[in-house]
């Protein structure tokens, strides 16, 4: 659903992502990890259409996103770090322009802004103005409006910043009711987030994939270690010369 081959990106002679591939499924949770300033926004732009690849290819559903991005964004998701709101706007008023723009009408509209309100808890913040809500609403706001489209793909790049314990643990929650046939790449600086909701984790350091597992054999490596499995991914995004990519 989501693929991604010898992905490269440069900012003028800055290389931000060399050479990056992996693959994620319907049904898949994927985990990314990596420090500040690793790449993990670069490539999720990239994935979004947001911004172009220097060099390689990434396609979602089939659909590349270099030549033909309008078809991407008709399929996926997409909650950025950063959550782009319309401070002065309604909820409610904000998710139907938002449902407008990706020209849903009528009752399928209806019946988005009912799933949408309901699957993100926003009943009672509806009527209320963006810039009202607290910062776990605004946050459940974003995803509301990434999810309004029922879309096939889904990126969250830090999706529960903002969220007190009681919202982290729904959030997990729903992400697992979501999976069922959607491909969801799920940002987080958060091993145990990333640990209790993800099959596999992708590990970015320094711009290159170090790697790709099931969070079961990470598990398992730390255990014959005898070390924590925190321990065995900082070890991996250690500063070191030259990582190479490392798959399993």
Known sequence: ????????????????????????????????????????????????????????????????TRTDPLAVRRVLGYLPEHNPLYEGMNVDAFLRFVGRARRIRGARLEERMAWVTNACTLGDVLHKRVNQCSKGFRQRIGLAAALLHDPRAILLDEPTHGLDPVQVAAFRDFLFELRDGRAILFSSHVLAEVEAICDRVLVIHRGRLVRDAAIATLQDEASAAGTTLEALVLELVRDRPAASEVHS
């Open 1 to 64: 659903m989501i693929e991604v081959e010898d992905f490269t990106k440069r900012y003028g002679r800055d290389l931000a992502v060399e050479r990056f591939s992996a693959r994620i499924a319907p049904g898949e949770i994927v985990g990314f990890l990596g420090p500040n300033g690793a790449g993990k926004s670069t490539l999720l732009k990239s994935i979004a259409t947001w911004a172009e690849p220097t060099s390689g290819t990434i396609r979602v559903a089939g659909h590349d």
